[in-house]
């Protein structure tokens, strides 16, 4: 198996409660939202895709490449899903540090309810853990443990460990349908930088010194057969040209500002939306509607909702705030039978994704931040900080052509 790699520099510090219940409010209504369209398969899968991952927290308005995007989006997901559990068919057990322990515990409860095998997932669990934090000797020592299970008995595991001497984080994805052996290569990804010399036992090529340690469990190992592609992301802190697929943004752009490529039916079905809410739902379709080639620029999803630090551009609470509505509303008018509000947000991603085979981006990026920065008092722009101040520029300077 093929592992990818990305820069996860360690961040400390608190999300604000106005952005963590924002969080709550849009990653809830993202799952069920996935849950309606393409079953809770869709929500491990998707899960265990560290690119997607990425790209959900920055459009959750993280920041958009720091380790703080794995705890603070497995937090606010258990916190909104665990309420709708029995509706929802998902659960999440664990979290960071004392909670991480609660995991086995978390698991017998719901297999009293479900009638699944405890015991089988309690096991599950910990051979997870053990694999990164002991057969997997990078330097990392696992900190967050994650487990996210549906009712029909499939999971997904996200947890990630920390290295203090580096200052970075490896976060570590599982999914147990591409499970065949606990010991032999069983992650979907490793995500993280390469740390020098670093003894991995699951390798394949370790199999003799497997048996002779009678490692975890005496299962003969098979060679999982998947490629996946490798992702890496920069260590600086603001988001860079270079950072973004540019055709892509370009198209998102268009769709909000210039209504391209969008039907009729779904131009009035979103009436009333103003082209930087729809900037953000464009976004938030590709999370929910994208394939996993979508994703190999997390940082792009970033322009959904900015970030808590202020990169690209403060968090417009407004903005963010509508786009949840929005998407919640199309989310319980589909479970009522009525989906067309629901196929309208979808459409927004298949009419950007038109749009970019023939698009040629302008040369614009730093002006689309310059923009979003001077507009952000308008939209109830919010970072750690502090509110964002209406800033003194002359109206010209906000006129630009951002596609």
Known sequence: MAHSYADLPLHYGKVPPWLYERMGLLGGAIVEAIIIEYGRAAVLQKLSDPAWFQSLGCVLGMDWHSSGITTSVMGALKGAINKRSAELGIYICGGKGKHSKETPNELMRIAERTGLDGNLLVRNSKLTAKVDNNAIQDGFQIYLHSFILSKEGDWAVVQQGMN??????????????????????????????????????????????????????????????????????????????????????????AVAYEKEGLDIESLLLLEGLGPRTLQSLVLVSEVIHGTASRFEDPARFSFAHGGKDGHPFPVPTMVYDETIQTLKHAVEKAKLGNSDKNEAIKNLSKAARKLEENFQPNNNFNQLIERERNDSWKYGGKTVFGDAKQLKVKPHETQIKLF
């Not at 200052?167 to 992650?187: C, K």
């Open 164 to 253: 203090d001497a580096s200052g970075y984080a490896r976060r570590y994805h599982w999914h147990s349908p591409s499970i065949t052996s606990f010991v032999e290569e069983p992650h979907s990804f490793i995500y993280g930088p390469n740390q020098g010399q670093i003894m991995n036992i699951t390798h394949k090529e370790a199999a003799d010194t497997r048996d002779t340690m009678l490692l975890l469990t005496k299962e003969k190992p098979q060679e999982l057969i998947e490629q996946v592609k490798s992702i890496i992301l920069p260590g600086h802190h603001d988001v860079k040209e270079k950072d973004v697929d540019l055709k892509r943004l370009g198209s998102v752009l």
